[in-house]
């Protein structure tokens, strides 16, 4: 299972107006791995893929969470911040990150006075003029 954390560049929120820092993560051997940073999202550059998750917001992030249980972690409303305890592949040391998550962009508008609306949380989503 595959859960990509609401990026910033969509336009999508959660029922609540959660959203995430652009992350996705799977379990893999018992750990929640990095697999997936949206480009240009704060996380990109702080958070490397194949980091691993051990706490967030100084929750313990076990193998009996489920990959949505830990989303709900994650995500917040826009402004919030969030720390992520990572380790690191290779290394001995865990590193806390302080994030922020994104307010959601909205419409896009273009230089002809139009927009373009994003449809998905995905970054290569098509959109619709």
């Known amino acids: ?5 609401r990026p910033a560049s969509s336009t999508i929120t959660t029922a609540d107006g959660k959203v ?3 992350i996705g993560f799977v379990l893999e051997n018992n750990e929640f791995v990095i697999k ?3 480009p240009g999202s704060e ?3 702080k958070i490397q893929i194949g980091d691993m ?3 967030v917001d100084g929750t313990a992030i076990t193998s009996n969470f489920s990959v949505g249980e830990v989303g709900q972690f994650i995500k917040g409303e826009p402004g919030t911040r969030v720390a992520i305890t990572v380790l690191r592949p290779g290394s001995s040391s865990q590193q806390t990150i302080p994030l922020e998550a994104p307010a959601p962009l909205g419409p896009k508008p273009l230089t002809n006075g139009h927009t ?13 003029i």
Do not use: E, Y
């Open 20 to 22: 995430g820092i652009g």
């Open 116 to 128: 373009v609306q994003q449809l998905s949380n995905t970054p290569d989503a098509p959109s619709i």
């Open 53 to 55: 998750i051990k706490s």
């Open 1 to 5: 299972m595959f859960d990509l954390v």
């Open 36 to 38: 997936k940073l949206l």
């Open 43 to 45: 996380a990109s550059t």
